[in-house]
């Protein structure tokens, strides 16, 4: 009787790992995987974005966020492989991060303000933004990474969350939702970070020529440790902090101006030069989004929706699916106006939960068909810059669905539930008829693929 259970065991197991192979795509190279918790988290929707209403469906038994970790996990594959010099990643390599970390350090620190003052330009240039915005802070590997939080105390007493019905409480479960969305997509989009240095390769090799190959190493290695670990045992992401700092500007004037108002600054501290561009990005995105609730909540239920969504874990799983979900969303903008792209993350965010999760399935299902709807909405925003989003689209509309099938209508397309990926074959590309934009939007792709020769052909023509 036990060989039998032993061997319905071993059938059991069997079937589950061939579920987990067909749910998880690790292409030709299946010799490097996933952590097993992390895979059965991913295939029993155990992760923070589990039915989360912005993840489309994928027409086929693999889930949505089964496919955005499947693509992240070969592309990290194929940067530790590409950095290190290697077709076979063995385990003990992972060692050698607080190494190769050391060495960056004992170097950073002797050319600390050109490398912070690379930093700012980096983002100031990326994002458009004042240079006295950015407040960059490269501190050695293993310092602290409090930043001063001007006397504020940011401790207060927890107070029991009564919600004011079912109803809202389901209302509010979906902010929950919409939260994690957003955090991801700052995830992903300052995840940028670790690999725009190759954008300042020049710069990097006459301050250190051995910066370029210690970052590679490093910063693959870091990302794919978040494909190894779970996050049981990870505890805080470490390495680099950040915050939004609300100041009135210095006065040059005796008498200070009451009626002055105060400014954001982007405080960021890390350890190394590619975890401080991180955080320097993370916090304009914040800044962005700054206004993702107003209008929609409570103090209270405010406060209790950021406790639900601003966790650990959200953070982790933003970092592992954040970057998919960002590729998507910028690969939805045709526009030589970079600047479309803040514009619009920012009123997205400001849409209230079901409108925001209805876009973002659009955005994330439906690539060919976003390009020609927010070309629209563009089109929209220059005739009546003050208007919101959720203005433009709903127009007299009640639901945001219907604001956006009349969208959909206008540019002569079909709204789809499940939209396949386009599968048309790409022309030959001339670089030297595209835009600046259109050059940096192409750098952008191949950094997230972790094809350099790419980003040194391209970066040609910038």
Same mark, same amino acid.
């Given at each position: 009787m036990g060989k039998k259970i032993h061997r319905i065991d071993e059938i059991t197991q069997r079937i589950v790992n061939k579920h987990l192979r067909e749910a998880i795509d690790y292409g030709d190279d299946d010799r490097h995987r996933m952590e097993? !918790? #992390?895979?059965?988290?991913? /295939?029993?929707?155990?992760?923070?974005?589990?039915?989360?209403? !912005?993840?489309?469906?994928?027409?086929? +038994?693999?889930?949505? +966020?089964?496919?955005?970790?499947?693509?992240? @996990?070969?592309? #990290?594959?194929?940067?530790?492989?590409?950095?290190?010099?290697? *077709?076979?990643? /063995?385990?003990?390599?992972?060692?050698?991060? @607080?190494? #190769?970390?050391? &060495?960056?350090?004992?170097? &950073?620190?002797?050319?600390? %303000?050109?490398? %912070?003052?690379?930093?700012? $330009? #980096?983002? !100031?240039? *990326? @994002?458009?933004?004042? %240079? /006295?915005?950015?407040?960059?802070?490269?501190?050695?590997?293993?310092?602290?990474? /409090?930043?001063?939080?001007?006397?504020? $105390? $940011?401790? &207060?007493?927890?107070?029991?969350?009564?919600?004011?019905s079912a109803e809202r409480m389901k209302e509010l479960d979906s902010e929950v939702a919409k939260r994690n969305v957003i955090n991801a997509m700052m995830q992903g989009a300052s995840k940028k970070g670790h690999y725009i240095f190759h954008q300042v390769a020049e710069e990097l090799d006459q301050i250190d020529p051995r910066l370029m190959v210690l970052y590679g190493k490093l910063m693959s290695l870091a990302d794919f440790q978040y494909w190894l670990i779970p996050e049981s045992a990870m505890g805080s992401a470490i390495g680099g902090t950040e915050k939004i700092k609300w100041e009135k500007p210095e006065n040059d004037e005796e008498e200070e101006d009451e009626n002055q108002e105060e400014e954001p600054t982007i405080e960021a501290k890390a350890w190394i030069f590619p975890l401080l561009v991180h955080e320097l990005i993370k916090g304009v995105m914040e800044l962005a989004a700054i206004g993702w609730a107003e209008g929609h909540m409570e103090p209270d239920e405010h406060k209790h929706v950021i406790g639900r969504a601003d966790t650990i874990p959200g953070e982790i799983w933003g970092m592992r699916l954040g970057p998919g979900m960002w590729e998507k969303f910028l690969e939805c903008i045709e526009d030589e106006d970079y600047k479309i792209k803040h514009w619009l993350f920012q009123q997205l965010t400001q849409l209230e939960a079901p409108k925001f999760h209805s876009f973002m399935k659009e955005i994330l299902s439906s690539t060919q068909e976003c390009k020609k709807v927010i070309d629209h909405l563009r089109e929209l925003h220059q005739q009546v810059e003050d208007d919101s989003l959720e203005d433009i689209v709903t127009g007299d509309e009640n639901t945001f669905d219907d604001g956006l099938d009349d969208l959909l209508g206008d540019v002569g397309i079909a709204p789809q539930e499940d939209t396949p990926e386009d599968t048309t074959p790409s022309k030959e590309i001339d670089y030297s008829e595209m835009s600046t934009r259109e050059i940096q939007d192409l750098i952008d792709d191949a950094l997230d693929a972790g094809d350099f020769d790419t980003v040194s052909k391209l970066h040609k023509y910038l």
């Open positions: 097993p !918790s #992390i895979e059965r988290s991913l /295939d029993q929707d155990l992760h923070p974005f589990g039915g989360n209403p !912005s993840l489309p469906g994928t027409g086929t +038994s693999q889930k949505y +966020s089964e496919k955005l970790a499947s693509k992240r @996990f070969k592309d #990290i594959v194929n940067m530790v492989k590409r950095y290190h010099g290697v *077709e076979n990643i /063995d385990m003990g390599m992972m060692q050698q991060m @607080f190494q #190769i970390m050391q &060495e960056v350090g004992s170097i &950073e620190q002797s050319k600390k %303000e050109e490398l %912070e003052q690379l930093a700012i $330009d #980096i983002v !100031s240039e *990326e @994002f458009d933004i004042p %240079e /006295d915005m950015l407040k960059p802070d490269l501190v050695p590997p293993g310092s602290e990474l /409090d930043l001063d939080d001007g006397g504020e $105390d $940011d401790e &207060e007493e927890e107070e029991e969350f009564k919600p004011k």
